[in-house]
């Protein structure tokens, strides 16, 4: 325990590898970030289906291109993914025990390649195989195909694999951290090892470094149309990832916020803060005459005594009637049969039933 302890405090003098707990932080960042995004898509769509329902249907789609290109930018700046430069951390290659490269100097093209793959295409890839996984669980339970079809057999040989897969990725996680906990790895994380790079805490000659390249960028001027434009492209898209990048760094705790009050585990303490209370039932003016009114049996209309048809209901009290018992009665007396409540023919409802 006394050799745990010691690996999960502060790294030692000279040690340049990140916390566990900044590594896991990091990585927890990014993850809260898009439910949250996904949470204010559905709060715009809602507000305004016609307008913004592509938002939604293509969400996936959008949030992983915006992401692609604020890794892509950051990866290039700094060395490092979104999550990683807001932890004043950097990515250098595997093996480079040397005099460490800056982080204004990038990664090798292969590292620098492979990281924008793994930080950006298979948690896209990893997503829309759980909502496979969702939609063919869906499917089992209100499927249409014969229980002996080949293709029934396949996918639900492939639902019962999938729990196996995903815990046996889950424990390659775990056990990795648990080696970079006890000194046995470089790596809190599979995804790294497999971009041929590690974690390291910037230096402050990384941090004059940036400031100057930063610096550097703004004040440097081409003089040919064609460097100009090239200039003009690269500055834009590096603005739309700065400021992107910005507003993350600005909202990315009440995101992390958002998506904690919206989470599953919150939502029994939600429903019990925002539940609207239950509507008493209607107050008879005559409650002798009004029970006397009503039948026994729910099927059967309070004004023929027979069966219903046409099922309709009254908006201002509840009850249910026959439709041209209910139409006529409304219209002669402008008041519901069983309540007395002030009724007008546009408060007529018509019930669909399976049966109908």
């Not at 999938?162 to 990725?169: G, I, L, R, S």
């Not at 739309?240 to 909202?251: E, V």
């Not at 005594?305 to 018992?325: D, E, H």
Request: charged fraction near 20%.
């Amino acid at each position: 325990m006394a050799e745990l302890g010691a690996h999960l405090t502060a790294p030692s003098a000279g040690d340049d590898r990140p916390s566990i707990f900044e590594a896991v932080a990091q990585d927890s960042l990014m993850a809260a970030v898009k439910p949250a995004l996904q949470h204010l898509v559905k709060v715009l769509v809602e507000s305004n289906p016609g307008r913004y329902s592509f938002l939604w249907h293509w969400f996936d789609e959008i949030y992983v291109l915006l992401d692609l290109l604020l890794q892509q930018h950051y990866l290039t700046r700094c060395s490092a993914s979104f999550s990683e430069n807001f932890y004043s951390l950097k990515r250098i290659p595997i093996g480079d025990h040397r005099q460490q490269p800056l982080a204004t100097a990038g990664l090798p093209k292969r590292q620098h390649w492979k990281s924008l793959i793994l930080l950006v295409l298979v948690p896209y890839l990893k997503g829309k195989l759980e909502k496979l996984v969702s939609s063919l669980r869906e499917e089992d339970e209100y499927s249409i195909h014969p229980p002996s079809s080949s293709w029934k057999r396949f996918y639900r040989a492939f639902l019962a694999a999938y729990p196996f897969v995903n815990m046996t990725w889950e424990g390659w996680f775990l056990i990795q951290q648990l080696c970079y906990i006890l000194g046995k790895a470089q790596h809190h994380s599979p995804m790294l090892r497999l971009a041929g790079v590690r974690l390291v805490r910037l230096t402050a000659e990384d941090m004059q470094a940036l400031e100057k390249k930063l610096a550097g960028a703004t004040a440097s001027q081409t003089h040919s149309i064609k460097t100009q434009v090239q200039s003009a492209v690269r500055k834009a898209l590096a603005g739309i990832a700065f400021s992107l990048s910005t507003g993350l760094s600005i909202s990315v705790f009440f995101l992390q916020f958002l998506d904690w009050w919206y989470s599953s585990e919150n939502q029994e303490t939600i429903k019990s803060l925002t539940a609207l209370p239950t509507p008493p039932p209607p107050m008879h003016l005559d409650h002798g005459a009004g029970s006397a009114l009503l039948p026994k049996l729910k099927t059967v209309c309070p004004l023929c005594r027979k069966l219903r048809v046409n099922a309709t209901a009254l908006s201002t009290s509840g009850f249910v009637f026959c439709y041209r018992c209910v139409y006529n009665y409304v219209k002669t007396h402008q008041r519901c049969p069983i309540t007395g409540y002030a009724t007008e023919l546009q408060h007529l409802v018509k019930l669909y039933s399976p049966e109908s």
